[in-house]
């Protein structure tokens, strides 16, 4: 009854402690208020913010990207093998029981009994369940359960992150391709442009009424704004495929929606410090990192404890498999076993060592993505307020450019100013529109990095239609 006793009390005192440090949140001093604020921002969170720019084209490649993607995919996958490895751990905390079979012919030797008298011929079969109970009475096995855990939540950050990434990439890669086309249309205005003022400026030569100088000067702008046509074809055809492995297809033509004019920017969402700290799935993924390691100091320290295992047997034994179910051939054992450390040289300490280093550098690395985040929330916010100013500039520019090119022609025209300022109108004029066509592509790809830096408003359980049914229980597991 003694032993009896002791199994009970061993199995009470299953879960009682816990070795090693509980994990409490680090404290983080978060800037009470952004260095550049927007005014009369609006919190979209609970909208995909690629739907803002209106265009169902883009909407479609995003989905595209969603279902197809192969990193996207290859983060799914992870998350599966990280749950597999949780479950494996968590299931160290319960029995273990096998089931066993054994039957023997056994033959006596008469070497060893006399040939007089040999032993006949006899069967031994044993059919039964045993049982290896590990007690988790320090709490070393809850540690690792704690690890696996955090662990498989930080593989789900990454899988975020990668979701964040690859809808920021297509947009921007969209964005960059329909600015290139604009360029392009831009040039092949501007060749004809200049075509057409070669064609008039061969005309006077002819005429008599242009010298030889006027008509080499149009020769020579028309031929560099042609020389671009095939660099902008080349750079629109790169792109295209650099947003199909986006889109998990092999590379091929990109269908276009709007033109970058008529693209509307997103709403800029208001966020404070607390709010950037929740949605950042890599402040979640060193956060899981964090409490991971912390967890593995415990599963270190509880090598110092002896480890206590019940053990056990049920089922049928007997000499002759015809009599295995008769009655009295049932038997059963229950047992403990202990086994604790006495001498590992060090070993034990230098793995503690070991997992409270790891935590120290866990702990600074989620320190540090806090401060990353910081930093690039600041960045985005200036470099959408001065892609906006610089955007508003730019058009101004290119209003007062159109109104040089026409009073050039004009005074040309008019025989006041040589052939020379019309080109000098009609270069500074081309200039200005490319360069308005990449104020505008900063100012979408600085809203796109704000939505980045923030972590929110990019991807949420309601908005998740644009998923496939058997991608949304892993992308958004209840």
């Not at 985005?380 to 508003?392: D, G, M």
């Not at 309601?462 to 058997?470: C, I, N, R």
Request: glycine share 6%.
């Amino acid at each position: 009854m003694n032993k009896y006793w002791l199994c009970a009390t061993l199995a009470i005192l299953n879960g009682c402690f816990q070795v090693g440090p509980d994990y409490e949140k680090p404290r983080v001093d978060a800037p009470p208020q952004w260095r550049f604020q927007i005014a009369d921002a609006q919190q979209t969170a609970d909208l995909p913010w690629w739907h803002q720019f209106n265009d169902s084209i883009l909407n479609a490649l995003v989905e595209q990207a969603l279902t197809n993607n192969l990193d996207l995919k290859i983060a799914i996958a992870n998350i599966e093998q990280f749950r597999g490895v949780y479950g494996a751990t968590r299931a160290n905390l319960f029995p273990q029981l096998s089931g066993q079979g054994v039957y023997d012919r056994r033959q006596a030797s008469a070497g060893q009994t006399g040939a007089a008298n040999a032993l006949p011929d006899s069967d031994f079969a044993q059919l039964g369940v045993s049982m290896l109970w590990e007690l988790d009475i320090w709490g070393q096995l809850r540690r690792a359960k704690q690890a696996a855990y955090a662990d498989l939540l930080a593989q789900q950050s990454v899988r975020d992150t990668v979701v964040l990434t690859l809808v920021s990439a297509v947009v921007q890669t969209y964005i960059d391709l329909r600015a290139l086309d604009y360029r392009l249309a831009i040039t092949r205005q501007t060749v004809d442009t200049l075509t057409e003022e070669n064609r008039i400026a061969r005309t006077r030569l002819d005429a008599g009424y242009a010298s030889e100088i006027e008509v080499s000067q149009s020769n020579s702008e028309l031929e560099r704004r042609r020389a671009q046509i095939p660099l902008y074809e080349q750079q629109i055809a790169q792109t295209e495929h650099a947003l199909s492995l986006l889109l998990g297809q092999a590379p091929t033509a990109v269908p276009r929606g709007l033109a970058l004019a008529d693209l509307q920017a997103p709403a800029v969402p208001a966020g404070l410090p607390s709010d950037l700290l929740l949605r950042r799935p890599d402040i979640q993924q060193a956060e899981q990192n964090l409490i991971a390691a912390n967890a593995r100091i415990g599963v270190a320290r509880g090598e110092y404890f002896p480890k206590v295992r019940l053990t056990g047997d049920l089922g049928q034994a007997s000499l002759e498999m015809a009599s295995l179910f008769a009655p009295g051939a049932n038997f059963w054992t229950i047992g403990t076993r202990v086994l604790g450390p006495i001498f590992t040289a060090g070993k034990i300490a230098a793995q503690v060592q070991t997992a409270e280093a790891a935590q120290q550098a866990a702990l600074a690395d989620y320190q540090k993505a806090i401060l990353s985040s910081f930093r690039e929330f600041e960045d985005a916010l200036i470099a959408r307020a001065k892609s906006e100013e610089r955007q508003t500039m730019q058009n101004q520019r290119v209003a007062a450019l159109k109104n040089y090119l026409h009073l050039s022609h004009l005074r040309f025209d008019e025989g006041y100013t040589p052939y020379l300022e019309v080109l000098d109108a009609l270069r500074q004029y081309y200039e200005g529109q490319i360069e308005w066509v990449q104020a505008n592509n900063d100012s979408f790809t600085a809203t796109i990095q704000l939505y980045r830096a923030m972590g929110g408003g990019w991807l949420t359980p309601k908005s998740a239609g644009v998923l496939k049914t058997e991608q949304s229980s892993v992308l958004f597991p209840e």
